[in-house]
Structures are given as C-alpha cells and as structure tokens.
C-alpha cells in the first residue's frame, strides 16, 4: 500500500435478526423454504394490510444498541422510505429516518496483534427486509441482461437492522476486524445467525483515501456486492489501490456505487441511475412511535452477557492469553465456557489453554464430539493440570493421560495408578534405563562424542519413550550428560 | 412555497405514472392552482407549532413474536398477473 | 314473505328483534332485501357487487345461531359494504379499474365484527375510486344515484352505502370517512352518517386513503342503528397499531331523547348565512331545535379550521401517494405491459388509475418530495396541531358542536367540474377529520333546490371530544326523536320501485 495515502473505510451492515416471525407480521422467520409459502396480506403489501412491530425485534436492536454503548431514544418512530422496486411489496420500506432506536456507541475490535481499537457507531435502526428476486435469461443469473425476474417474498418483511459505522477504519483488515467483532458480538447476544452466506449479514464499505495527515476527508465511492469477509477484505484492499493510483495521477474520485467483482478481483462502476434518490421518508401512519423507558433500558443493561471484547479484554489482560488464543476461544463459546469451568477448578490460565486449545482440541477433530461434551469433564482436566503442577506426572504423560480420559477410560489419578504412570525422577531407577539407550545406539553415542551436541534430543527421547514418557526428561538429560562426558 | 410550481413530469416519474404531454399540461395547471390555494398555510404561524402526525397518542403498540397461518400460495399466486411456477414474474429489470 | 319486505324499511334494530324473537328469519330478511335489490338497482346502481350466494349462506348461519338460543345484536340485518372494504372471497374493487378483478384473500376487522354480530352482507358499494370524492362520479366502476332524485349524485366517497340504506337495499351500510366521506353522502341521502374517533374501529382490511384520517363508520337510517353498529365495530384490535386501546362503552343504551345539561358550541366561523337563504334558515331552525331540547347554545370559534381545506390537501394525499404505491401491476390487480418493469408500472397506474386518483398521489409526491417536504408536509402537520388546539379550545367551554355538514344539498351531475370546487365540499367535515374527533351527520330538513322538482334532504352535523361517541349519538338521538325529518319524504326510489 502506498504510504503517502491513508484509506478512510466506515462500514454499514444490515443484520437480519433471529425472532420466531417477521416484523410486522405473524409469518415464519426463516432462511428458505418453499418460495411463497411465509407469505400474509401483511407482508405481501396486500391493499388494507397493517403493520404491527414484532416487540422481541425491538429488544432485540435494544440490547444491540445497549451492548454498543448507543444512546437509545427514548422517543422513536418507523418511517416510509418510498421507491418502487418489484421485491418490495408494498413499494415503500418501512425504516427509521431521523429517529433511529441507537445512536452513537462503538464496537470494539481487535487486530491480529491483539489490540484493541474501536469504531464508533452513527446510528443502529430497525427495518424491513426485501422479497428475493432471480433473475432469468442472462447468462450468470445477473440482473444485466436479464429477461425477466421472478420473486419469492418469503423475506419480505423479516426484521433487519441497519448498523452503520462511522469512517473509523483505516485498512482493509480493520474493516473485517470490525466485522468480525460485530459478528462475534451479535452472536454472543442472540439476536442474529449472522450468516454472511444466507444473507443474514449484508455489508456495503464507503471508502475514500487521503494524503496520511490531511484531517478532511476525500470523495467517497460506496462498494456493495461483497459476499464474505475475504471478499471485504480484497474488495476494499483493491478500491483503495484504485483510488490511491487516480489521485497519484492527477485524477479525481467520482462518488458513485461500485460493485465487487469476485471473478476479476475489482470493483466496477455501478452507475444505473442518473438522478439522486427522492425517498420522500415520512412518518408512517399506520404505526405508532416507541418509547423506551430509562428503566428499559437498565434492564437490558443489566441482563447482558460478557460481551467478546470484554472477554477479549478479560483473556488477554488477565490471563495474558494470546490474543490469537483468546480469539479461538471466543469464537467457539461452549470451548470458552469449558474453559472458565477448568479456572473455576483452580487451574492456570496457561496451562489450561494449552491443553484445551491443544489436545483436546485436536482429539475433538479427530473423534467429531466436542470438548465439552467428551468425557474428559472439566474436573478432569484440571486433576491432570494438578498432576503436571504437582510433578507427580510428566507433560508428555499428560496427553497420554488425557487420551485415556478422552476414550472412557476413567479418571486421570486412576489411571496414572492403573498404568504406573507416574513421573520418575529418582536416579537409582533411571541410570540403569539410560545406560540400556547408550548401549543400545553406539553410533549416535560417537556422534556426540564428536562434537554433535545436538544428538543429546534424541537420546532424551529414547529413554523418554523407553518409560513410556514417565522418566523426569530433566533428570534423564543431566543422567546423559553425566555419562557421556564421563565415559 | 411562495413559488408555486410543481415539475409534474418529475413527479409522475417518482410515482411511476405514464402521463400524455396533454395530461401534464393540464394536471400541471390543475395541482398548480391548488398549490395556489394551498399557500394560505403560509398566513398561519406554525414557528413553535409541534407537528401532528398522529392524532391520538398513542405508543409501543407491538404483537408478541407469535407465529400465524400464512396465506395459502396457490390463492396468492392465482390472483398473480403474471406468475411462472411458485414465483410472481415480472418483466426485466433494468438497473439496480 | 310480504312481513319481511316490509320489515326491509323498517330500522336495523327492529329487523334484529325480528329475527332475534324467531318472528322471521334472517334468510326471509335477506331474500326479500336481495328481491329488492334486483328491483331498486336500475335506478340507483348502490352496489358494484352483490354477494346473494354469501348472503345467503350467512343467514342460514345465523337462523342457527339464533335457533341455538344466541341472541345477536345485528340478527338477519341487511349490511351494504363499502368496496373498500375486504371481505374474503369477495371482489373489492375500492371503484377502480387496477383492482377490479381483486378478490380479498382476507376479512377487513370491522366486517368480520359485523358479522359476528349477525350482519348480512348483502354486497359491496360504490364509490369514489379509493374513496377520493364526494359525489362517487370519481368510481371508474359505476353510476350511483342519489335515491332522492335520480340526477343527482347520492354524495361521496361513501355514497354507494348511503344511497343503498335510503332506498332500503340495506339496513345498515359501511363506510369510510376521510375528510368527510361518511357524513356528506348521509347527509345528501337523508341518512345518518357517523365517523366515530380515528382509531375507534380498526381499519385492518379498509383499503388505505390517508391513514392517518381514515375511519370506518356507520350509514344508517336511525341513530340508533348508528349506535348499534358502532357498539359492534368498536374498539381495539391487534392487527391495527393505530386503533386505540381506550375501553368502549357502549353506545346504545346512553340514547336520551332530551338534551338538558349539555352545551352545544355554534361555531362562529361557521356561519350558515353564506350558504343562501333557505340553507341558512334550515341550520337556525335545527340549532333552535336543539335549544328547544333542553341544550345551552354558546358560542365557539375555530379560527383555523379556514385552513381545513389547504390543510387535508396536503396531508390526504402525500399519505395516499405512498399507500397507492403498491398498486404496481406485480403482485395482484391490474397490469399493463411495458418495455422493463418501470414501464410495466407506468403503464399500470396510467391505465388502471383515474383522474382523481392521479391528481392526489401527484400533489402528494410533490408535498413529500425532496425540498418540498418541509414547506408543504410539515407545515400541513403543524396546522394540523393548529385545528385540533381549536376544537380543545372550543371544547373547554362546549359539550357537543353543531354545525352543517354540507354546503349544499345533492348537486346534479357533472356540476362540480372543477376539483377545487369540489375538494371545497368538505369544508364543514374537514376539520373534525383533521383532529380525529367522532362527528355525526344527521338529517334536519329539505330545501327545494331551485334547479329540481324533489326535495333534497339536509344534514346537521353534530361533533364531540376525542372518544365521546356515547354523548355525541345520545344528543343525535334526542335530536332525531324530536324532529324525525326522514318521515316527511318517501325516497323517489321507494316509489318507483313500488
């Protein structure tokens, strides 16, 4: 990237949220299904139908705008955006103008290297999702060329709410790391799937770029058609080279919409329409305005859960866990939880990532059932933590240990017990162990004895595997040296 | 709104209406005489005047996230002008 | 079968006696009322559908109800609906070409009530195309004519309800009052017409105008029906966010037949002496009447309600701008082919759309557009709160107002060619549309108009505080009792249908 130039990214999101039915009706809300089916006069736009807002999609962009730090209105209204399209039933939106439920707040995200930053918010509100059309007769399924469409209006009318940033972010991987910090929070909170690939999660980037010190901002171009966080990212990464190289050469930005393509790695202009947008937003009369109380408010506050940046927060300041580490765990909230009942259980922060990142994590992959529900329970895995604290087992006997565990083969002390597992560090037992592996490899003895210090490994290994991992390995290796330097 | 003019053909555009030059002419005359009549607003102070947009007050009237029956598709579709399978069809569109 | 035909111009709570006491059958009711439907129709063209099939199957259900020991408010009684009204099953035009193929899916709150109460739905009115009017020339389905004489309009938007009950094709019509579409066809039909508080009845299945103003009201020929049909109508429905959860009382047991107590507010901006010399006497002689009542006549002043007009010339249509945009050519109703789908939708609303119609979702698109909004939609808001403010003034020393509820009696066809003259109809029924406030028209006399040989009935219109439906049908009922003006003239229809 040019170094001359700063990118100025702010992302808007619309979320799709997770209730049993639409937002102003009683049909099903779900991805899919028969088209046509979740269909009612209210969300088909049918002459005399009336909206209701759905009270839980309310809490919903309440608790969002809550965990956000938003000020939430205590005087809020739906408004009429108006512009004919053939998937919008009733040919106007039902949105939020100038009284949107949050305003204001951030969200915290991180970077690879476990910083924290945050993106302050301009507005969250509440609308109205579209039906779906397909587009026929053109070649890839694109509207350009099409012949005609055909619509499904089973997501007429689902709830969805618009967040958008302000223009916070200065790199592509700070757009997707807000992304995925919004994504993580929204889960945690329960309101959305969040599902980029089932359109849950709809995102459009504003970029501009400016000479690095310049406090004013340069012409924006506003990017849609981007499908996944790798599309954001490249999609992004490749606006910003295209606007820095017009503005190197003299050239000016056109604000205008542009579209990602994903097969050619650019964004193409999209512009359709000549004339600027007229919504005409009014107030909508067929609804009434929200008010939500102080005390409402308080409520939601205090029923949050621990949000992932504070988790973040939590992990990496407090537990000094690294923030890649941290990241796993609060992508996978049962791993996280396991985790915080092993702490509750008197182990250390280090150990137990380790050993639930590490071996827990790859026999879940190998065997397909998740850490917290396999058989190693958390008071397992803490007694084979006490067991490595106490030294009364080696680390390498620890996975072996914890294996067994997985399998059901009982608890970590009976088995330590039953198979003789127990750490070896007395001499007396050793010597006779470590001079069986110097007999037994003659030839990697004369290697040392020659100057190849770093074959001492192997030999530790020997003996290591030879007490099936029991022996002390800082016993085994002072024993070795000893011998070797002795002989 | 001192000025009264109204761009009728802007308007039919927004409303999506075809309108014949004869119509625009005469609906031009038509709403602008009673944009003419409607500028007597203007006497009236509204300064500190607070908007009605409803006039009873009033608020948070919402449903329960409570499924009901939808409509059944084959009597939607049946009233369809134009339908191809379980869709509605509709004729190309252009732009966005 | 004779008993019935002559309980058909009898009031829709005797009809429900009748049927509720076993002494006739709701299915007699409705045989006869569709026999003089068939016969009527010719000459006044009330319905643009008539639902005999439906009707029918509706009686049959109440003559069980009945025989199972129910007794129903509205047994047997003859119902007329405004087409802009959702009845499943049955065509719901609202008088325009885009929806004249439509059959409703659903039932509109207000008809389902209706017939949980054992109302007949006889059919389906005219009217104004999407009730924008006041004289239903504006329906692009048909000719409604006024039952009082033939060539005259029977008044709009409701008018098809109003001209069906006077020429007794129903007991009771539906219909929807906007800016005063239920009052002035009652009033140019010689019926009563009353718009309860916006928000009283729901308007979930009423086809939008202007929702913010749009309510469903009664068309009846006794006050006491008017009573009636709002007690069964009325009160909260959760498939309306606007309908108010304020509890109904009911109406029809508060009827009194005198008026002691209560102040009645003349408005004074609201001078009948403009509206000529026989109009002008007719309005003293029913203030007087009211007087004679028992009521306290005091002066109020509405200085805003001027702007009345200008005012719902505004709000009315940027609403219905926006409520009429569905009307697309994709989903249901009319479609007109077009090169893409944005010819497809001019081309629709081009052709499936009036001259009125048109008009309105013009001015609106205008008033709400860009660098307009403030200047037209906002300021038409704020006069808005101006003209409710007034009647809260005026109320603080009044009970009940009083005034006209038309300029004119019935006018001839084709008399109002100009829109404005048109709109200007509405200037005594505007205002309490504006400030959502119930309103009641209710006949007080003839005049002889100088370019006709009937008699055209005239309506006093009588308006009460935000919820007072009780009080305000209580004095209409006192007012109709003492004067029964309906009494002194035979609908020219009725005669020549005999």
Redesign the interface.
């Known amino acids: 990237m040019n170094e001359r130039y700063e990118p100025v990214i702010g992302i808007e999101c619309h979320v799709e949220l997770k209730t049993a039915t639409k937002m102003f009706c009683g049909c099903c809300n779900e991805f899919g299904g028969e088209p046509n089916t979740k269909i009612c006069p209210v969300c088909l736009g049918l002459p005399g139908a009336l909206p209701v807002p759905n009270r839980r999609a309310i809490e919903h962009i309440v608790t969002v705008g809550v965990a956000f730090g938003s000020t939430i209105a205590e005087f809020s209204k739906f408004d009429r955006k108006n512009y004919f399209y053939p998937d919008m039933p009733k040919d106007y939106q039902i949105s939020q103008y100038d009284m949107p439920v949050a305003a204001g707040g951030s969200v915290k995200y991180w970077t690879e290297d476990g910083e924290l930053r945050e993106c302050r918010l301009t507005r969250v509100h509440l609308e109205e999702d579209t039906g779906k059309s397909t587009h026929a007769g053109s070649t890839d399924g694109r509207i350009a060329g099409s012949e005609y469409s055909l619509i499904d209006f089973n997501r007429a009318g689902v709830p969805l709410m618009e967040c958008v940033s302000e223009p916070d972010l200065r790199s592509a991987q700070e757009a997707v790391a807000y992304l995925e910090a919004l994504r993580r929070t929204l889960l945690a909170l329960g309101v959305s799937d969040v599902k980029m690939e089932e359109g849950s999660l709809r995102c459009d980037a504003n970029v501009s770029v400016r000479p690095v010190g310049s406090s004013s901002y340069g012409t924006k171009t506003e990017i849609k058609n981007m499908n996944s966080f790798r599309s954001v990212e490249r999609a992004i990464a490749s606006e910003v080279a295209r606007q820095i190289a017009i503005v190197e050469s003299g050239g000016r930005i056109e604000q205008e919409t542009r579209g990602w393509d994903e097969i050619n790695g650019v964004t193409h202009s999209m512009r359709s329409k000549e004339e600027a947008h007229d919504y005409r937003y009014f107030p909508d009369p067929d609804l009434v305005p929200l008010e939500i109380s102080p005390a409402e408010v308080r409520r939601v506050t205090q029923t949050l859960p621990e949000l992932p940046a504070q988790r973040f927060e939590r992990y990496t300041a407090r537990y000094s866990i690294a923030p890649r580490q941290t990241a796993q765990l609060i992508d996978n909230p049962a791993l996280a939880g396991y985790f915080e009942r092993v702490l509750a259980l008197g182990a250390r922060p280090a150990q137990a990532i380790n050993f639930v990142l590490g071996d827990l994590s790859r026999l879940a992959n190998e065997t397909g059932v998740a850490v917290a529900e396999s058989a190693v329970t958390p008071e397992y895995l803490s007694g084979v933590i006490a067991l490595v604290e106490d030294r009364r087992i080696t680390s390498k006997v620890a996975k072996d240990v914890l294996a067994r565990c997985w399998h059901g083969e009982g608890a970590p002390a009976a088995i330590v017990e039953r198979e003789g597992l127990a750490r070896q560090s007395d001499t007396g037992a050793l010597v006779p162990l470590v001079d069986q592996m110097l007999a037994a490899h003659p030839a990697v003895v004369a290697d040392y004895r020659a100057g190849k210090q770093n074959v001492l490994g192997f030999l530790v290994g020997q003996v290591m595997k030879a007490s099936r991992g029991t022996a002390d390995p800082v016993v085994v290796k002072e024993l070795l040296n000893e011998r070797l330097s002795s002989g | 709104?001192s000025d009264p003019i109204?761009?009728?053909r802007?308007?039919?555009k927004?409303?999506?209406?075809?309108?014949t030059d004869e119509?625009i002419e005469r609906?031009g005359a038509?709403?602008g005489?009673?944009?003419q009549?409607?500028a007597?607003?203007?006497r009236?102070d509204?300064e500190r005047?607070?908007?009605?947009?409803?006039?009873?007050e009033?608020?948070?009237?919402?449903?329960?996230?409570?499924?009901?029956?939808?409509?059944d598709?084959e009597?939607?579709?049946a009233?369809?002008?134009?339908r191809?399978?379980?869709?509605?069809?509709?004729?190309?569109?252009?732009?966005? | 079968m004779p008993a019935s035909n002559e309980l058909l111009e009898r009031s829709a709570a005797e009809i429900a006696a009748a049927v509720n006491e076993r002494r006739v059958s709701a299915a007699e009711v409705t045989r006869a009322t569709l026999e003089r439907v068939v016969a009527t129709e010719p000459n006044v063209g009330a319905y643009l559908t008539v639902l005999a099939e439906a009707a029918l199957a509706e009686a049959a259900s109440v003559d069980r109800r009945v025989a199972q020991g129910e007794r129903l408010p509205l047994a047997g009684v003859p119902l007329a609906v405004k087409d802009n009204m959702c009845l499943t099953g049955s065509r719901t035009t609202c008088g325009s070409k885009i929806l004249e193929q439509w059959i409703a899916p659903y039932t509109s709150t207000a008809v389902a009530r209706m017939l949980a109460a054992g109302a007949i739905p006889i059919g389906k009115t005219n009217c104004d195309e999407f009730a924008m009017g006041s004289s239903c020339e504006n329906s692009a389905l048909g000719i409604t004519r006024n039952p009082y004489d033939l060539l005259r309009v029977p008044g709009g938007s409701s008018g098809g309800s109003a001209a069906a009950v006077a020429a007794f094709e129903a007991a009771i019509g539906l219909g929807s009052d906007t800016g005063g579409s239920i009052r002035e066809p009652g009033a140019f039909c010689g019926v009563v017409g009353f718009k309860p508080t916006y928000g009283r009845v729901s308007r979930y299945g009423l086809i939008a105008f202007a929702s913010s103003l749009d309510q469903i009201g009664p068309l009846t020929r006794t006050v006491e029906d008017a009573a009636l049909t709002y007690d069964a109508m009325a009160g909260f429905d959760p498939m309306d966010a606007t309908s108010v959860q304020e509890p109904v009382e009911p109406a029809a047991p508060a009827l009194r037949d005198d008026l002691h107590g209560l102040r009645v507010g003349i408005v004074r901006e609201f001078d009948p002496g403009a509206l000529g010399g026989a109009m002008d006497a007719l309005y003293r002689a029913a203030y007087a009447g009211l007087e004679r009542l028992g009521a306290e006549l005091v002066e109020v002043s509405l200085p805003t309600a001027e702007y009345g007009v200008a005012t719902y010339y505004l709000i009315a249509p940027a609403e219905c701008s926006s409520n009429l945009a569905r009307f697309d050519g994709v989903r249901y109703g009319l479609r007109v082919a077009g090169r893409d789908v944005r010819g497809m939708y001019d081309a629709t609303r081009a052709a499936g759309f009036g001259e009125e119609v048109k008009r309105r979702i013009l001015i609106g698109t205008h008033a709400l557009s860009s660098g307009y909004y403030d200047a037209y939609y906002v300021r038409a808001q704020k006069a808005r709160t101006l003209i409710a403010d007034d009647f809260r003034g005026a109320f603080a020393s009044c009970d009940l107002i009083a005034c006209p509820a038309a300029s004119c009696p019935a006018f001839r066809f084709g008399a109002k060619s100009d829109p404005y003259s048109m709109y200007l109809m509405d200037y005594y029924t505007i205002p309490m549309s504006l400030a959502g406030l119930p309103a009641i028209s209710v006949p007080c006399g003839w005049v002889q108009p100088p370019d006709g040989n009937e008699p055209l009935p005239i309506g006093l219109q009588l308006c009460g505080p935000l919820f007072a439906e009780r009080l305000l049908l209580g004095a209409a009922h006192a007012y109709e009792r003492a004067t029964n003006h309906r009494a002194t003239h035979a609908p020219l229809a009725q005669r020549l249908t005999a």
Not at chain 2, 84 to 96: A, M, N, W
Request: no cysteine; hydrophobic share 55%; glycine share 2%.
């Open positions: 709104m109204i761009d009728i802007y308007v039919a927004l409303a999506q209406i075809a309108l119509e609906f038509q709403l005489d009673l944009l009549h409607v007597a607003l203007e009236l509204t005047v607070a908007a009605t947009a409803q006039v009873v009033s608020r948070n009237i919402l449903r329960d996230d409570v499924a009901r029956p939808s409509l598709r009597t939607v579709l009233q369809a002008p134009q191809q399978g379980k869709f509605f069809r509709v004729p190309r569109i252009i732009g966005e």
